[in-house]
């Protein structure tokens, strides 16, 4: 089967950098994705590697290394409003996405 | 633009009793329509995902069921409710054509059931 770890809390302060990180075990996936979900609100779409490397877009970047079964994102500059759980997900072939179970983010004054 | 509608926002059921939850997608023509479901401080849990009209998969058997009467409404239901199916239930949607493509989600429904 297919299974995503992530950290469940991490917390950091206004203007730092933190990264989420997300390894899985699965034998083939399109793609790793992230997602960012407010509390009481709906998961929006973040970002998306479908191949190996860095994917920058704005204060947040995500990384996918296929060899090392390991992703992550990284988010700069935090704000109060990016407190809030973040998931990664895959779509391994021939499925549909799996979620990893979430990382709850929360930024300090 | 593509919006996503789910209803109600928050529901309170007794144990035994039906379930209808709605789901509708305006903006786009046959999109993949999905439900989940996600229990407190959890991940989401694929329930159901539909590719066109009247096609369903399920992912995880239970007493839950879908129905997709329209390209763009999607519907979950139940005929006797159990504990268990407490939680928050998400619906989503993605265009077709490449494994890239984000799932959009709508704003939820929270279920409690007594």
């Known amino acids: 089967g297919q299974s995503l770890e992530q950290p469940s809390e991490v917390t950091a302060v206004e203007g730092a950098i933190v990264q989420i990180n997300c390894t899985y075990q699965t034998s083939g996936f399109y793609g790793l994705s992230w997602y960012q979900q407010h509390d009481g609100g709906a998961p929006t779409f973040l970002s998306y590697n479908a191949l190996d490397g860095l994917e920058e877009t704005g204060r947040f970047s995500s990384f996918l290394s296929r060899s090392d079964s390991y992703g992550y994102l990284l988010l700069q500059e935090l704000q109060m409003k990016d407190s809030a759980s973040y998931f990664c997900?895959?779509?391994?072939?021939?499925?549909?996405?799996?979620f990893g179970p979430g990382t709850r983010l929360s930024v300090l004054p | 633009s593509q919006t996503i509608h789910q209803w109600p926002a928050t529901l309170v059921q007794p144990v035994g009793s039906p379930l209808s939850l709605e789901c509708t997608v305006e903006?786009?023509?046959?999109?993949?329509l999905y439900w989940y479901r996600q229990a407190a401080g959890r991940g989401l849990q694929l329930l159901f995902y539909s590719v066109g009209i009247g096609q369903i998969s399920s992912e995880v058997p239970q007493n839950l069921s879908a129905s997709r009467p329209q390209d763009r409404q999607f519907i979950l239901s139940s005929k006797k409710l159990l504990l268990s199916d407490s939680g928050f239930y998400l619906c989503a949607w993605s265009n077709r054509g490449g494994s890239n493509q984000p799932q959009h989600f709508g704003d939820g429904t929270r279920l409690s059931i007594l």
């Open positions: 997900a895959v779509r391994p072939y021939g499925q549909n996405f799996v």
């Open positions: 903006g786009t023509s046959n999109p993949n």
